[in-house]
């Protein structure tokens, strides 16, 4: 019990920490009956097992979770996470790096899609930052 407490807690420090503050209460606020194991699930193996490690950074992780998640067509996960890059240090440089990689491995259409879902989530930062 105590090993998931624990990783309960690193990982809502970490997925506060890449996603942001505002992003994690929504979804904690929105999690119901039906959601909360799934919630649990994710913030302890995704963000306690996974994100907290220690042995590559962020930067890196969110590189991987962008390159990943392009690959599959998780269009709205690749949104969240190129937006999740202002906590995480990958810059626009770093992402493009990530999809021109999908688009070699994973193909150019995933690859097309995904640079569109980043440019519009760069743009969205830039202009919150403005």
């Not at 994100?51 to 930067?59: D, G, L, M």
Request: without cysteine; negative net charge.
């Amino acid at each position: 019990m105590a090993d998931t407490q624990t990783k309960f807690s690193a990982g809502m420090r970490t997925r506060r920490s890449v996603l942001g503050e505002g992003y994690v209460d929504a979804a904690v606020s929105a999690t119901d009956a039906f959601t909360a194991d799934f919630q649990t699930l994710i913030t302890e193996s995704a963000w306690g097992s996974v994100w907290s490690r220690e042995t590559i950074s962020k930067r890196e992780r969110s590189m991987l979770t962008i390159a990943l998640l392009a690959a599959l067509g998780h269009h709205d996960e690749v949104a969240m996470h190129v937006r999740a890059t202002r906590n995480t240090g990958a810059s626009a440089e770093d992402i493009k790096e990530a999809l021109l990689h999908v688009a070699i491995y994973a193909g150019v259409p995933a690859a097309n899609h995904a640079f569109k879902i980043a440019r519009a989530a760069l743009a969205e930062i830039h202009d919150e930052s403005a």
